[in-house]
């Protein structure tokens, strides 16, 4: 039986890299993604005692994918603070925000909305496809998301914007710079910028090419991101065809189409 978890347990940082780590916020609720989707091997009541969590509920693996995480938040929030950077002219370190979630700015803002507007749409198409599939049917919006693990440490749930920088969990997150003569710029080789493009964006970008779905957002996000990198993933026609693609989870490519998304099974 393969399992996992539909999040991590925790909103966790560095003290000190390789010795310390530090939890920032715990979540309420974390949900177990199983191949049925109902636990039938029983890993819940395990998990409960190693993770110190008790309120552990059963999902699947294709909701696990579409699930508001980190390519909902990092590419979004970036982007809006550099969407027109040359991705070489240093910034004064004054002009730019400290920490990537509490100092979210008014374009960052205007682009975190709009990728969970288009991300909720793409949810509802994949379960139409799914009728029977309940975790299909949740409320994905990043809204809700935050309130479902951290209500009691959002300190200002008016809507999604504020829910993001008021949480307490998210607060220490700093986005990172490189020192560089004349000031600095965004540190391109993290995270943020990589893991976020290639096993986030393009893998919805996939199947929103299954659905016939048009995604202006995440294609926005994607040829920016990956122009900044120096890769080459999402064609300029639209096709998830470029030299650097096989770096990405593809589902199409490992033979899976919309019919059997989630099962996993290939043609």
């Not at 920490?99 to 975190?112: C, E, M, Q, V």
Request: hydrophobic letters at 40%.
């Amino acid at each position: 039986m393969l399992f996992g978890t539909q999040l991590i347990p925790w909103t966790c940082g560095t003290v000190e890299y390789g010795k310390t780590g530090v939890i920032f916020g715990a979540k309420r609720l974390l949900r177990i993604a199983t191949e049925d989707g109902k636990d039938s091997a029983g890993v819940k009541p395990v998990l409960a005692k190693i993770l110190r969590m008790p309120f552990l509920t059963d999902t699947d693996f294709l909701a696990c994918c579409f699930w508001p995480n980190n390519p909902s938040l990092h590419p979004p929030i970036l982007i809006g603070l550099f969407e027109q950077w040359d991705g070489k002219t240093p910034f004064k370190p004054e002009s730019l925000p400290t920490f990537i979630y509490k100092d979210l700015r008014t374009n960052s803002a205007r682009f975190l909305v709009a990728l969970d507007k288009e991300l909720c749409a793409l949810v509802a198409k994949v379960s139409k496809h799914h009728p029977d599939n309940p975790n299909l049917k949740l409320d994905y919006s990043l809204k809700a998301c935050i309130m479902e693990n951290y209500k009691e440490q959002v300190l200002n749930s008016w809507d999604t914007v504020s829910c993001v920088s008021s949480c307490v969990a998210f607060g220490k997150h700093k986005i990172p710079y490189t020192e560089v003569e004349g000031g600095v710029v965004p540190t391109l080789k993290h995270k943020f910028f990589e893991t976020d493009l290639t096993h986030g964006l393009t893998t919805w970008k996939d199947v929103a090419l299954m659905c016939n779905m048009e995604t202006p957002v995440i294609d926005l996000i994607i040829r920016w991101n990956q122009r900044l990198n120096g890769k080459d993933y999402l064609s300029m026609d639209g096709r998830l065809i470029g030299k650097d693609i096989d770096e990405c989870v593809i589902p199409s490519r490992l033979g899976v189409t919309l019919e059997t998304l989630a099962t996993g099974k290939r043609d």
